[in-house]
């Protein structure tokens, strides 16, 4: 991919209702801090901000921003902003950038700058570039997070029912109205040339490090490796799994003897009864279903400084 530093053109795709509405709300705070942070460059960019109006109406902006010249498009929402920004533009020759205005913000968590939005912005304009790491699976590019099993259908209670709360809040909501569903499923899991029988509560794969608003499902995940990080719950009881879920929120979850994270290039999952897939926080489909990793697949925006970030 040509060297695009510093940006000529930005697009920014911005999400109006992302973050139960923050895109719309801080859209003027957003223009004041771009347009202080632009004057202050040697060669100030072109930049734009445009709206999305539509569910999935993000892809076709990101497409039509790149026809139109943009060689860096920032994704300004939450993860499912960045999920069809992403869509958009894969395959071009074009940057990718990233303002957190979301719900959860997990991927701006894993790349570092959290939802410190002057850091964000500052990162987008004059930050390093690190190429990427992409999932794909039944029609969908991701950078985040997969997931077969409780989980999508906990995110569908979610998306459905408690839109009204946030973050951890609305998770463990969803958590409570989709309990009466947890349960363990067999299924065959090909692991690149390795193939297992298993009884499982949920498959997760994970290119970043964490979901749901700040569950570190896959605690040492790293966006560049060209591997997913494959988290598995096994057979457990609703006892149990409550017992242990907190550990999530620190990543600790991964040392109980029920867990099990593999690494992998390639996953498929079978599971003997069809399960809902879940890709950067919506259902996409079903199962069956195979995920097939990209490597270093599209260049990001991240800070000029790497992140430490603690779990």
């Given at each position: 991919?040509?060297?695009?530093l510093p940006?000529r053109?930005?697009?920014?795709i911005l999400?109006?209702?992302?973050?139960?509405g923050?895109g719309a709300?801080?859209?003027?705070?957003?223009?004041t801090?771009?347009r202080?942070?632009?004057?202050t460059?040697?060669?100030?960019p072109?930049w734009?901000?445009?709206?999305?109006?539509?569910s999935g109406?993000g892809?076709e902006?990101?497409?039509?921003a790149?026809?139109?010249?943009a060689d860096?498009v920032?994704?300004a929402?939450g993860d499912?902003?960045?999920h069809?920004v992403?869509?958009?533009v894969?395959?071009k020759?074009?940057?990718m950038?990233?303002l957190?205005?979301?719900t959860g913000n997990?991927?701006?968590?894993t790349l570092?700058?959290g939802?410190d939005?002057p850091?964000?912005?500052?990162t987008?304009?004059t930050?390093?570039?690190?190429?990427?790491d992409?999932?794909?699976?039944q029609?969908?590019?991701?950078?985040n997070?997969?997931?077969?099993?409780f989980?999508?259908?906990?995110?569908?209670a979610?998306?459905?029912?408690?839109k009204f709360l946030?973050?951890t809040?609305a998770?463990?909501a969803g958590?409570?109205?989709s309990?009466?569903?947890m349960?363990?499923?067999?299924m065959?899991?090909?692991?690149?040339?390795?193939?297992?029988?298993i009884?499982?509560?949920?498959c997760s794969?994970?290119?970043t490090?964490?979901?749901?608003?700040g569950?570190?499902i896959?605690?040492?995940a790293?966006?560049d490796?060209?591997l997913?990080?494959?988290?598995?719950?096994?057979?457990?009881?609703?006892?149990?799994?409550?017992q242990?879920f907190?550990?999530?929120?620190?990543?600790?979850?991964?040392t109980?003897?029920?867990?099990?994270?593999?690494?992998?290039r390639y996953v498929?999952v079978?599971p003997?009864?069809p399960?809902p897939v879940?890709?950067?926080?919506?259902?996409?489909?079903?199962t069956p279903?195979e995920?097939?990793?990209?490597?270093?697949?599209v260049?990001f925006m991240?800070?000029?400084?790497?992140?430490q970030?603690?779990?």
């Amino acid at each position: 991919m040509p060297t695009l530093l510093p940006p000529r053109k930005i697009a920014i795709i911005l999400n109006p209702k992302s973050g139960r509405g923050a895109g719309a709300k801080r859209r003027p705070e957003l223009e004041t801090l771009l347009r202080q942070a632009v004057s202050t460059l040697p060669n100030p960019p072109e930049w734009e901000i445009l709206l999305t109006t539509k569910s999935g109406g993000g892809i076709e902006l990101a497409q039509q921003a790149v026809e139109q010249g943009a060689d860096l498009v920032v994704a300004a929402g939450g993860d499912g902003t960045l999920h069809e920004v992403l869509n958009g533009v894969f395959g071009k020759s074009v940057r990718m950038g990233l303002l957190p205005f979301g719900t959860g913000n997990d991927a701006a968590r894993t790349l570092g700058m959290g939802t410190d939005l002057p850091l964000a912005i500052q990162t987008i304009l004059t930050g390093r570039v690190q190429k990427i790491d992409v999932g794909h699976t039944q029609g969908h590019y991701f950078m985040n997070v997969a997931g077969c099993g409780f989980d999508a259908v906990v995110a569908d209670a979610v998306n459905r029912g408690v839109k009204f709360l946030h973050g951890t809040a609305a998770y463990i909501a969803g958590i409570l109205l989709s309990v009466g569903k947890m349960r363990p499923v067999p299924m065959r899991l090909t692991l690149d040339d390795t193939t297992q029988e298993i009884r499982a509560i949920l498959c997760s794969i994970a290119n970043t490090r964490s979901y749901g608003g700040g569950m570190w499902i896959a605690p040492n995940a790293e966006v560049d490796d060209g591997l997913f990080d494959v988290c598995i719950v096994g057979d457990t009881s609703i006892t149990e799994f409550f017992q242990a879920f907190p550990r999530v929120y620190k990543g600790t979850h991964i040392t109980h003897p029920k867990v099990k994270i593999v690494r992998a290039r390639y996953v498929r999952v079978e599971p003997a009864k069809p399960l809902p897939v879940l890709v950067d926080g919506e259902i996409i489909g079903c199962t069956p279903a195979e995920f097939v990793m990209h490597p270093q697949a599209v260049e990001f925006m991240v800070p000029a400084k790497p992140s430490q970030e603690i779990l």
